[in-house]
């Protein structure tokens, strides 16, 4: 009797943590898990596109079409944020100060605008990027994209000589940050098959690299390495790397490291500074929302962005040495033209020619809205909606079968190693079908070949009945899509899961 009051009590009474709640399986729980997110009125600052927009062919709506269409289901945030409803008022007016000015508007300032002169554009987002990653803001440049930025960077940090000489890398690290290495081993008159240190997995039935090994792989090559470049989060399994911890042994060990945060940026809190991460560089159209392409940000720590020309002149170092141009000089000698190159203290003085003042409306644009909150709040709930996803499609329905569920995560379970996104591993065969039953429901997620999808629900504008819509549709697809491959005789291939998580590890991922 008294179990049964209980379970009235539960189902009558406000939302407890979706473990522990009878209701979390419904769509009402998540509802009330909206209802309460100190975040939801971020997403009015969004433009979310709806199912129709999907399907349409055309930018401009047909005169038959229903106005009335449903949102999509937008869970690729990791891949490109949605478009800000603020971003295209600002770039009008960008465009209207151009118009109305010519080069006169790098100097004037409008009383009806927020935006400040052209010339002053990049100092403005490099002090409101700099919360965002935890420095100061000297010690961020809101600029280029980011595999320039990481060349800029190589060129200033990776100084082999005979002692040290190599560059550590992660296995399945981006290929563009692959190729990048490789050429500035090669730059250096190096070969990348002595020079280049792979990190994968102590196993190979281990999907993610434990940070041990992180610092056991340091150790082994310490004596031989000149540089380490890692993810923050690694872009295909999501895993997020103890950044605090590996610099600091990097360190240890007079090794210089740097960071790829492309997918940590505005998904994570970092705090750079604090732990003494020697340089970053990132991206800024996924979870920054800045748009396709976006110019791009880098953080130099103000340890390595100091500048003393009285030491240049006595034929010392001055400063770091880099590529330089004329954007990266100081502002008050810019315009004379006198070929003397006295660069910008801390990271502007990476700078290298004039960044696009419109490209850097739409970044001042998106970081507008990250100052309507903090990082902390975004993380908060960012570690809500993946658990309530991950408890989602671990256990509901609650009579499922193993055959119901042909997908495995390989994403760690830890909250405090992953970011937003999820990846989810298909039985072979399935993803195409279960993609395109996606697609035709409005749920908009990143597939990567052959068999995995990553599902990022973006804390300032998904909610949590749209990761039980996704689930609902998802769970649905993998059923069907499990069908069509028995019906054609496919699907010999084993998952090895275990509980839900994948036991096949790295050998496949690669």
Known sequence: MGSRHHVNQIRHGPPLPFKDDIRAYTKEYAQSLDAKDPLKDLRKEFIIPSKADLKRKTLKKQENENETSDPCIYLCGNSLGLQPCRTSQRIQSHLSAWASK????????????????????????????APIVGASRSEVAVMGSLTSNLHFLMASFYQPNKERWKILIEGKAFPSDHYAVESQIRHHGLDPKDSMIIIDPNSPSDAFITTDHVLST??????????????GIQYYTGQYFDIKTITAHAHSKGILIGWDLAHAVGNVDVQLHEWDVDFAAWCNYKYLNSGPGAIAGLFIHEKHGKVDMEKEAQGEEGYRPRLSGWWGGDKT??????????PIPGAAGYQVSNPSALDLTAVLSSLEIFKLT???????????LTGYLEHLLLTYPLDAAPSDKPFALITPSNLAERGAQLSIRLQPGMLESVMRDLEDNGVVIDERRPDVIRVAPAPLYNTFAEVWEFVHVFQGACRKAAKEEKRDGGGSGSLGVEGGRDDRGWGLIK
């Open 102 to 129: 010519g080069v006169l508007g790098h100097f004037v300032v409008h009383e009806d605008s927020t935006l400040p002169a052209f010339l002053h554009v990049d100092d403005v987002a490099a002090e409101d990027m």
């Open 218 to 231: 340091i150790d082994a090559h310490a004596s031989t390495t000149a540089l380490i470049l890692l993810p």
């Open 333 to 342: 000698m810019r315009f004379k033209m006198d070929n003397n190159f006295v």
């Open 374 to 384: 903090t990082m902390p709040a975004i993380r908060q709930k960012s570690t809500d």
